[in-house]
């Protein structure tokens, strides 16, 4: 299965021992961290760096209601969601689905993991995305 979009893993990290691994680009004028990459990423000004696979919870919500459609496009039965902000030591703050943790045990420092999860695209097709789970619970 592929992932949701392409420069999203790490070259073989989805199949490594060590599991996934996002990967960032850091800007060789400035020295500037960014993810996801830049679309069109210039090799004379981008070099592409693997990411810590653990953070902790900077800030999260969760979604308790379906949004209206459109742009929502996806399930009737919507199932309420956390998302967040995930600080990678020392690196970046990514945004992402936060699964696994009962929304209660949610809390702001709380240790965070990098894991896969299945979605599906516009075309309803299964793509492989990232979410982030306590460290507890892996």
Not at 7 to 33: C, M, V, Y
Not at 67 to 83: I, N, Q
């Amino acid at each position: 299965m592929d992932a949701i979009t392409p420069n999203l893993f790490a070259a073989g990290s989805l199949d490594g021992e060590d599991g996934p691994r996002l990967i960032g680009a850091r800007n060789l004028r400035d020295g500037t961290l960014r993810f996801p990459c830049p679309p069109g990423m210039a090799a004379d000004e981008w070099i592409a760096e693997d990411l810590p696979r653990t953070g902790t919870l900077w800030s999260f919500t969760v979604q308790r209601f379906r949004p209206k459609t459109p742009p929502y496009a996806g399930p009737e039965a919507f199932e309420p969601f956390a998302v967040g902000y995930v600080e990678l030591a020392g690196t970046v703050i990514v945004e992402s689905r936060i699964v696994g943790v009962p929304f209660g045990d949610l809390h702001i420092g709380m240790p965070m993991k990098l894991v896969t999860e299945q979605v599906l695209d516009a075309s309803r097709t299964g793509r492989i995305s990232f979410a982030f789970t306590g460290e507890s619970t892996v």
